[in-house]
């Protein structure tokens, strides 16, 4: 008898043991999986807040600035930028007109938005201005030379929470400095509020770099402190009109008065 509950022992034991597994395999029950982290909407939420501060910050930001502008296919510029204590701005762009063979000055005051005509090879006429319409219209697409928005309309859009645009950290890329951001449009439109591309700011709201499709602002040095206000390259006419960003057609010959004549 005792050899028999010993045998028996040692057969229960092992099935003592193995039963509970064996009910949670047949009742298919697992442990809850906890949710996996996922901090991804938290980044891209302060990294937007984080461009909008800055941005903001670079709306109340007036100096006088060089910028270098570099497009694919042509030699670097300078631009000037000012923006005035009375939120009035001025930015001059040399070979900004006739496909680079004129230069030109975009301003907004309090009277409106301006192009100015400056002397350069290509036009030695003394500068002179053209108003475009009140300081917050759009400039017409055949003049606008574009550099001077992410200086200016541009910071608007990155301030408003509204616009539909996606915002991530980045990397300064080659020759730009300080805190940089990927800035992506998630609208399907055509039109969108800003150029894609990478933004950066100093840390009291200077921009010191912008890079899209169009081409590469580069703060060149410290900026200097701001006028009170920006003051037009010259007087207003209203006998011409906007010099376009395209170069001009070349004349036909055959258009000449002289044309033919011995």
Known sequence: MPVLIRSAGRVLGPLMFALPALLVAC??????????????????????????ALAAAAQDRHLVAQYVYGQAGRPDRTISFTSANDGSWRVDVPGGAWGGAADISMAATTDGLFQCALPSAGR?????????????????????????????????????????????????????AG??????????????????????????????GVRTGAGTLRLAAAPGPAPATVQLAGPVVVDRDPLDTAAPPTPDPSDSPSAGTP
């Open 27 to 52: 009742t298919g029950e697992q442990p809850p999986t906890p949710p996996p982290a996922d901090p991804a909407p938290v980044a891209v939420d302060a990294a937007r807040d984080e461009l909008a």
């Open 179 to 208: 805190t940089c951001y990927s800035v992506d449009s998630t609208s399907a439109s055509l039109n969108a509020p800003l150029e894609v591309g990478i933004y950066c700011y100093d840390r009291d709201g200077t921009p010191t």
């Open 124 to 176: 030695p006429e003394s500068a002179s201005c053209v108003r475009l319409g009140d300081r917050d219209d759009a400039i017409p697409r055949r003049s606008d030379p574009w550099v001077q928005h992410p200086l200016t309309d541009w910071l608007d859009v990155l301030t408003d929470r509204r616009a539909p645009l996606a915002v991530a950290p980045a990397t300064p890329p080659k020759g730009l």
